[in-house]
């Protein structure tokens, strides 16, 4: 593996850790809340998500696929940025809902086409659990295609749900690649030491 990968497992695991926490948090609260609000938290984990993955993202900037990783995050944060920035421009409910379901669409066709080009990256590098950023990606795709297909009708606790889904299934694909990383570091640096 990679010695910049082997570096930095600790940012990843943050990350992942975080990202599966936001998640959880989208699954449980958000169906809870009405149209605004649901916007309004939506709006505040996918940026919160998206400065965690430019934090991460700058602190291993030797990891394979780092300029997808930068891109995922930037999607994540300019989703979040326009998912607070339209409900303060427009109070009509229904405008606010079909925002951000066309806001969500966009984030998971581009967050998921990123997350595969990302697990390619780290195929190539040789990095460990690289399948679980492909599933994550192929996850987002299929997440966009359910939307789509539900359009007018889609309610915003699928929303909620589907966002939860996406940034759990990204975190734990971070913390298998972070836990790989480690193990194998550790188990180097003992064959280095004994």
Do not use: C, Y
């Amino acid at each position: 593996m990679p010695q910049s990968m082997s570096n930095h497992w600790r940012p990843f695991l943050t990350e992942g850790i975080i990202l599966s926490v936001l998640g959880l948090g989208a699954i449980f609260l958000v169906p809870t809340i009405a149209d605004r609000a649901a916007t309004m938290l939506l709006g505040w984990t996918l940026m919160i998500a998206g400065i965690m993955g430019l934090v991460s993202t700058l602190s291993a900037r030797t990891a394979p696929g780092f300029e997808w990783s930068l891109l995922s995050a930037f999607t994540a944060l300019i989703a979040g940025t326009v998912l607070l920035w339209k409900p303060l421009q427009n109070d009509a409910a229904p405008e606010t809902l079909l925002t951000m379901t066309h806001v969500l669409i966009v984030f998971f066709m581009a967050d998921g086409i990123l997350s595969i080009i990302l697990a390619l990256a780290h195929r190539r590098e040789a990095s460990g659990k690289w399948e679980w950023m492909m599933a994550n990606g192929s996850i987002d795709l299929i997440l966009a295609g359910i939307i789509i297909s539900g359009l007018p009708g889609t309610l915003v606790w699928v929303l909620g749900l589907f966002v939860g889904i996406d940034l759990a299934v990204g975190g734990a694909s971070l913390i298998a690649l972070a836990l790989d990383a480690r193990k194998r570091t550790s188990s180097r640096e003992k064959r280095m030491n004994g």
